[in-house]
């Protein structure tokens, strides 16, 4: 598929390249090859995949190199979400059965059997966020109803306030020094937190503030329902929703690997399903795509008609793997009225559409297949296999963190006859 295309708004910053032929105009690098591969469907394609290079001007981090980074991308026609699923299970667990044991290491176990499915939700609220890594036992808990009235006031206030109150457990943590739990507290606070409550239990004995203010027999309906025991410690992350939920999750890394919990020499698979079609952008004060805007929503034109758009789902999809998200995919969008009525609710006009998706948008007019796919990220496969923590020790030639290649001295200055002949001119 092109690699010279048009830009389009999917979600990141393109890389432009300006057109000497054709002053002031200017092609993308492609984000993906989503329009091109869906386009091959409507041709009549029943299948597809391609090794593509994806380009996108993000910022770096542990898991994504800024610029350049390559999918085995796959679409198919006439699918549902569990005939994807079925593709490309099979595919991921043999590559990483097969390669996880290079480097004198043993294989790895892999999950064996499907892939377990956890609704966006779920996930967010047991393991504070997306990506889920399965391999730490630890599981988050909204306890908000427990504090309702209770003699630990900060707490009652918060949930009466409409905030929440989410329990991560410190199993087996008896042992542990005061230090251990205060030294979490600041963790926390080091991020930009208030803070992270916690209680302590030693041989059944509770211990700290919270303890002392809910009482006994709060404490004890409050571990009874988390199927804590007599030595099992307690944190808590209190506020907003949004706030509360990403402490938790950051939380429950953290504890899970500072009290050596997570299992070792293993690759736990899962998809995160029902992922919201909509969420509230707050920035910008207006409703927009949480995800992926070409996915078909769960309830088709129906619930966009009827349904409040922060409730709508969507048949979208990620494939995640100790905590690092593999892939995105979805059931594909192939209405144009649903299109025109998806992107209306997130303020594009038909106009709009018209003009930033005209190829495809034209395409599905003349009639489309249902099809769906997904694309795991080759780059990320082989840092998981490689047990590396960073993505830029398995390229060959990676960039800085600042996007920059600094044995080909990339990026460079153009010269000026460069620039005359794309009618650029550097503005200072």
């Known amino acids: 598929t092109p690699i010279l295309t048009a830009s389009s708004p999917e979600g990141a910053r393109d890389y432009l390249v300006p057109s000497r032929v054709h002053p002031g105009k200017f092609y993308a690098l492609p984000q993906a090859p989503q329009m091109f591969k869906q386009l091959l469907m409507v041709a009549g394609f029943d ?27 796959f679409e198919m026609s006439f699918v549902t979400q569990e005939d994807v699923f079925a593709a490309i299970e099979p595919v991921l667990a043999g590559v990483f059965e097969e390669f996880s044991g290079f480097g004198g290491r043993d294989p790895w176990a892999v999950t064996k059997g499907a892939f377990p499915r956890i609704p ?21 808990s909204d306890v908000g109803s427990h504090f309702v009235g209770s003699g630990f006031g900060l707490f009652a206030k ?32 080091s991020e930009g937190y208030a803070g992270l409550g916690y209680v302590t239990r030693k041989g059944g004995e509770f211990g700290g503030p919270i303890a002392k203010n809910h009482g006994e027999a709060g404490m004890l309906a409050l571990y009874e329902a988390l199927g804590l025991g007599p030595d099992d410690g307690c944190f808590f992350a209190a506020g907003k929703e949004a706030q509360a939920t990403k402490l938790a999750g950051l939380a429950r890394t953290r504890i899970g690997t500072e009290l050596g919990l997570i299992e070792q020499n293993a690759y736990k698979f899962c998809w995160i399903v029902d992922f919201p079609m909509f969420e509230y952008d707050e920035d910008v004060k207006k409703i927009d795509f949480s995800h992926n ?55 594009y006009t038909q106009e709009q559409v018209d003009a930033n998706f005209s190829g495809m948008i034209n395409a599905f007019k003349f009639g489309a297949p249902p099809h769906g796919g997904s694309a795991p990220g080759v780059d990320r496969m082989v840092m998981l296999i490689a047990d590396e923590p960073n993505i830029r020790e398995v390229i060959v030639f990676p960039m800085t963190q600042k996007a920059e290649d600094l044995m080909m001295n990339a990026p460079a200055p153009a010269t000026l006859k460069q620039l005359r002949e794309l009618h650029i001119r550097i503005v200072d």
Request: charged share 30%; net charge negative; aromatic share 12%.
């Open 47 to 73: 299948r597809y995949f391609q090794i593509a290079p994806c380009f996108r001007d993000e910022d770096a981090r542990a898991d994504r190199s800024p610029g350049e980074f390559y999918q085995l991308d």
């Open 120 to 140: 966006y939700a779920e996930s967010m609220l047991k393991y504070g966020n997306d990506k889920p890594d399965l391999r730490n036992p630890i599981v988050i």
């Open 293 to 347: 805007p070409f996915s078909m929503p769960q309830g088709e034109l129906e619930a966009l008609e009827t349904q409040d758009p922060l409730t709508i789902k969507a048949y979208q999809y990620d494939i995640v793997c100790n905590g690092v998200e593999l892939s995105s995919g979805a059931i594909r969008n192939h209405r144009p009225d649903i299109m025109y009525k998806a992107f209306e609710i997130a303020g």
């Open 158 to 189: 918060m949930v009466e306030s409409g905030n929440v109150v989410r329990a991560i457990p410190a199993p087996g943590t008896a042992e542990k020094s005061r230090k251990f739990f205060d030294d979490m507290n600041e963790w926390a606070r």
